[in-house]
């Protein structure tokens, strides 16, 4: 029972350059979410998923797309990485609302 | 605009005391909170929630207290051990967004 996974760890990109950030879950959780973690600003969400088949934006949406690929998958999608984006990024899943989420270990991604 | 905010970004406390951390919100749409506790290099991990119906909750060490009317929520651990030095976040959520705070800083000295 791995819980979540991410992939990759590390990533460092060009501005411009584009990338896909994987997130795995095998808990059967039916919520997944991305957030970005900055010095300062805490967790902030990018989107998420209540369930399979539906997205939503969260706090900090712009500069990203989201995949929810089935119920075990959500990936996150930078078009054209920006020097903004660099960050940690976390994805989380839950069984429910209303309900504690359970992390990955983070992407740590640098946009140069 | 800032709905969950962690004013004091670290606290220090000796081993063996208690340790206070504390949490305000502004959305009175909120009625379910939690805390989690991170390492560095590591994603955060659950401690303890608390539902707006109640105004306290336990588990081991941690109290988590609710004051709705003041929309204040607060972190107590007792007795604080070395081991608990990390950064906690205090979320909210009313829906299927959980809005963090920008964390505090426990440093548990021995």
């Known amino acids: 029972n791995a819980g979540v996974t991410q992939t990759p760890k590390f990533q460092v990109l060009k501005t411009g350059q584009s990338m896909t950030l994987q997130c795995a879950q095998d808990m059967n959780h039916n919520s997944m979410y991305w957030y970005r973690q900055d010095p300062g600003m805490g967790l902030r969400l990018i989107y998420y998923?209540?369930?399979?088949?539906?997205?939503d934006k969260g706090e900090v949406p712009n500069g990203y797309n989201v995949s929810r690929l089935n119920k075990r998958e959500f990936s996150l999608r930078l078009e054209s990485a920006a020097p903004s984006q660099t960050s940690v990024y976390f994805c989380?899943?839950?069984?429910?609302?209303?309900?504690?989420?359970?992390f990955g270990p983070g992407t740590r991604l640098t946009v140069l | 605009d800032q709905q969950v905010k962690q004013n004091s970004p670290s606290l220090s406390v000796q081993e063996g005391r208690i340790s206070i951390l504390n949490c305000d919100y502004t959305n009175s749409m909120f009625d379910y909170f939690l805390w989690y506790k991170k390492y560095p290099a590591e994603g955060p991990t659950f401690l303890i929630s608390?539902?707006?119906?109640?105004d306290k909750n336990e588990d081991g060490r941690f109290t988590v207290f609710l004051n709705k009317s003041a929309k204040h929520l607060s972190l107590h651990i007792v007795p604080s051990q070395p081991g608990d030095s990390a950064v906690y976040f205090c979320a909210a959520t009313g829906t299927y967004k959980y809005i963090f705070g920008t964390g505090t800083r426990l440093k548990v000295l021995a």
């Open positions: 989380a899943s839950s069984p429910i609302s209303y309900n504690e989420q359970f």
């Open positions: 608390i539902s707006s119906i109640k």
């Open positions: 998923s209540a369930s399979e088949g539906t997205t």
